[in-house]
Every structure is written in structure tokens, then in C-alpha cells.
């Protein structure tokens, strides 16, 4: 093995001029994005310069690799020996800057996430279920039909009606006289298809322990979970552009999260100064808010978490008291401007936060009363504004799952304990089944 070697590319063979650039393989290049892809999903994103060593040395393994199982002499590939990420960044795959990923590759790394969730995908449907609410007929086509009673007139073909009257009088050798005399059958309209649109926000837990290695030592929860929502995004985008996904991150705290930064998403620990504990009902009400600005008629919420809730919003003074005459030693926290600030420059997040305070409470598989309590209103109130919520449990903990469970009896709603290594699965059946069924369930409306 060489101790550093500076990874080359192939020359092209169409122009061997001193100014042509180098092209690096096919094969190369899938490599180099599969490297990418689980460099940028890794809790500590690596630099530009750190990146350019992972590159070169996995670019040069594959290559020994390859001439070892053609059994051939192991050989360089000259081109040049302009850095691998210098290279990437002509390519139009990287940039330098902090989010090095350009939008050219966030789409062709999910869209590989994609294709190899499809493939294994079973077709057995398990945990899914259905929306009955149908979408508004605002696709206009270019073809027309009569109208009928009951039709709305807002996509009347008025030249088509004029035209209507006037064939109509022709054939009865009527004299044309202005203002036409309009009857109910010179009426046409243009057809419209159907349009079904749904709106999702799936609530994404960045507590600390979501940051703990899969069973499989390949990653971590807050890995695989990042993984899933980025196919699922690139499918929706793909085959569903009329439907809208929303990301949230939380913690003691939430924010929305720009569907391009999902890779960089990371968990809160201990220094984030009282950020990683995990707060459901901050979730559920940043995500009541965007539904609330959203013109969906199906509309849901997906909570991904490994944990139970271990924190609330406290209104007032009163409540506050309320909780301390009960637990004299409880904690209340209230983000200052330089966590603010912090959170803002490193994660280009805004956390959502009022004027109050957030009331923290571990408590080992299970749940203080009034975190329970206040996590129940806010979701309830999502549930009165016709706003399903299913909830995903990303544990080996099949206990913390009891909790979930019923939570969701009292919102009629699903709750999921799955292996989190197959979330990409779970979460992209579930968006491709529950689109099949709202349209089913217009069907039969």
C-alpha cells in the first residue's frame, strides 16, 4: 500500500490537448459520491481538506481492489494531480464553503439512496393507513365539457360559451343581437383533474442519545434517520412535486430545517446548554404553524424519536409554581441571546421559542405529569385542526414504546417500533402507500 497517494483520473481520449481537463471514471465518480454520502451524514461533518485525504484513500483502495479481483498488476491511473475535491467542485459536486454539498449533488447522492431503498422494499404494506380527505380540482386541462349544476364557474371557457350562443342562433337562423341572450346549455367549462395534495412535517428527535451507534455498529439512529428523510425528499420531489414535506428538528427546543440541509443535521449534548433534552410538544407546535400556513387538505405529522418526552413549555409564573410546589428541585430554562446566536451561526437554525420557559425532567422510561400533560393539549389542538400524527420509535428499547402507543390511542393515530436501520423503508412505504390510498379513498368518496 502506499502511504499517501495523490488519487489521478482518467485522461480523455477525445482531446489530449495541454489545456483539456482530466475525467475521472464512472466508476470512480459513483464511488467518490458514495464516500460523500456517508462523510456528510457523520455527526462531525469533516473540512474540505480532511474530505480530500478520505477521498484519495478510498479512491485508491478501490482501485488496488479492482486490479486485485481482475487479477492484474496494480497500477495508477495518471491524469493529473489536481486535488480530488478541486476536481469535484469543477464537476459541479462540491463548493467551497462549510455546506460543501451543491444542489447537483444533494440530488444524484439521494436519488442513489433512493433506487437502493426501492429495491429493498417488501410489498407487504404493514403499519400504514389511510387519509380520506380529497384535494380541489385546480389542474386545468385544455379540454372543455358542458357545465353542470353545481359546477363551480371559476374555470368557465368564456370564448367556448360565446361561441355556444352564436352556433345555437345560427342554427335556428336567429338574428345575433348584443347583449346575447345566454342559456343554461351554451355553458362549457374546462376540465380539470383532480389534484391531490398532501402535507407533511416530519419531526426529526436531535436529543443527544439519538447520536448512539445501530446494533449493526454502522452508523447511528440520527444517521439513519438523516439517510431516510433525504431519499424520502428526493422521492417526493421526484414523483410528487405537488406535495410538500416539512423538516423539524427538535430538542428542548425546535426549528425548521431547510429540506437541503438534512445531511448536516446534527444532535445536541451537554454544552448546548440545555438543548438536548427532547420536547414533543415543541414539535408539534412549530409544525401546527407551518400546516396552518399550508393549502393541503391532507395534512400529518411524523414524529422520528428514540426517546419519551422530557420537556415542555411553561406559560407562566403560575405554572411554574404549580410544578416547584410539587418537585421543589425542578429546573426551568430559558435560552439566552448567546445560545441563540450559537445555534444560528453553527446550525443556520432559529429555534422557535416565545417568551417562555422550557420545564426539564428525566425520568427513566417514564414521563413527569406535566410534561405529559402539556405534550397531550398541544397535540390534541394539532388533531382539532384535522392534522393526523403518527409517531416513530427508532429504539432497541421496545419499553419506550408504551408510552408512544398511548399517546396515539388518544390522537387515533399510529405508532411504530421499528429497527432504526430500516427507517428509510418504513418511511418511504408509508409516503408512497398513504398517497395510493388517499387517491383510492377519492374514489369512493
Given amino acids: 500500500m502506499r502511504a499517501n497517494t495523490n488519487f489521478v483520473y482518467f485522461q480523455s481520449e477525445d ?7 482530466s475525467e475521472i471514471s464512472n466508476e470512480s465518480l459513483k464511488q467518490a459520491l458514495k464516500t460523500i454520502a456517508s462523510q456528510i451524514l457523520k455527526e462531525k461533518t469533516p473540512s474540505m481538506k480532511d474530505l480530500e485525504s478520505i477521498l484519495d484513500r478510498s479512491l485508491q483502495e478501490t482501485t488496488e481492489n479492482q486490479a486485485k479481483n481482475e487479477g492484474q498488476q496494480e497500477t495508477e491511473v495518471h491524469g493529473n494531480s489536481e486535488p480530488m475535491t478541486k476536481y469535484l467542485q469543477k464537476l459541479g459536486y462540491l463548493k467551497d464553503d462549510k455546506k460543501w454539498l451543491t444542489k447537483k449533488a444533494f440530488f444524484e447522492i439521494g436519488q442513489k439512496m433512493l433506487e437502493d431503498v426501492i429495491k429493498a422494499i417488501n410489498e407487504s404494506g404493514s403499519g400504514f393507513h389511510e387519509t380520506k380527505n380529497i384535494g380541489l380540482g385546480d389542474t386545468i ?23 355556444n350562443v352564436i352556433q345555437r342562433k345560427k342554427s335556428k337562423s336567429e338574428l345575433i343581437k348584443f347583449p346575447l341572450e345566454i342559456e343554461f346549455d351554451d355553458f362549457e367549462k374546462f376540465e380539470t383533474k383532480e389534484e391531490v395534495k398532501v402535507s407533511v412535517v416530519y419531526c426529526i428527535d436531535l436529543s443527544s442519545t439519538m ?8 452508523g447511528t439512529r440520527i444517521e439513519a434517520a438523516k439517510k431516510a428523510l433525504w431519499a424520502l425528499y428526493v422521492l417526493n420531489k421526484k414523483f410528487f ?28 449534548d451537554a454544552n448546548d446548554n440545555f438543548l438536548h433534552y427532547t420536547n414533543y410538544q415543541a414539535a408539534l407546535r412549530l409544525s401546527l404553524k407551518i400546516l396552518k400556513k399550508d393549502g393541503s387538505q391532507n395534512k400529518r ?53 416565545g417568551d417562555e420557559m422550557v420545564y426539564l425532567c428525566y425520568r427513566y422510561r417514564q414521563v413527569d405529569p406535566a410534561v405529559e400533560s402539556k405534550t397531550l393539549h398541544e397535540a390534541k389542538k394539532c388533531r382539532k385542526e384535522g392534522i393526523e400524527i403518527d409517531t416513530i420509535m427508532v429504539s432497541e428499547e421496545a419499553e419506550l414504546l408504551s408510552y408512544v402507543e398511548s399517546l396515539e390511542k388518544h390522537l387515533r393515530g399510529r405508532a411504530y417500533y421499528i429497527n432504526p436501520e430500516k427507517i428509510d423503508r418504513v418511511l418511504i412505504s408509508d409516503f408512497i402507500s398513504n398517497k395510493k390510498k388517499i387517491l383510492n379513498s377519492r374514489n369512493s368518496w
Fill in 15 to 21: 482531446n489530449k490537448s495541454e489545456n483539456s481537463s
Fill in 141 to 163: 386541462l385544455d379540454t372543455t365539457k358542458k357545465l353542470e349544476v353545481g359546477d363551480d364557474i371559476k374555470h368557465l371557457n368564456v370564448p367556448k360559451t360565446i361561441m
Fill in 211 to 218: 447520536r448512539y451507534s445501530l446494533n449493526s455498529g454502522e
Fill in 241 to 268: 412535486p405537488s406535495d410538500s414535506i416539512y423538516i423539524v428538528g427538535f430538542g428542548s427546543l425546535a426549528s425548521q430545517i431547510n429540506p437541503h440541509d438534512i445531511p448536516y443535521l446534527k444532535t445536541y
Fill in 301 to 353: 405529522i411524523v414524529m422520528i424519536t428514540d426517546g419519551q418526552p422530557s420537556a415542555c413549555f411553561v406559560d407562566d409564573e403560575s405554572q411554574k409554581n404549580a410544578i416547584l410546589s410539587d418537585k421543589p428541585y425542578s429546573h426551568f430554562y430559558r435560552p439566552d441571546e448567546t445560545t441563540l446566536s450559537k445555534i444560528k451561526n453553527e446550525r443556520d437554525a432559529k429555534l422557535d421559542i
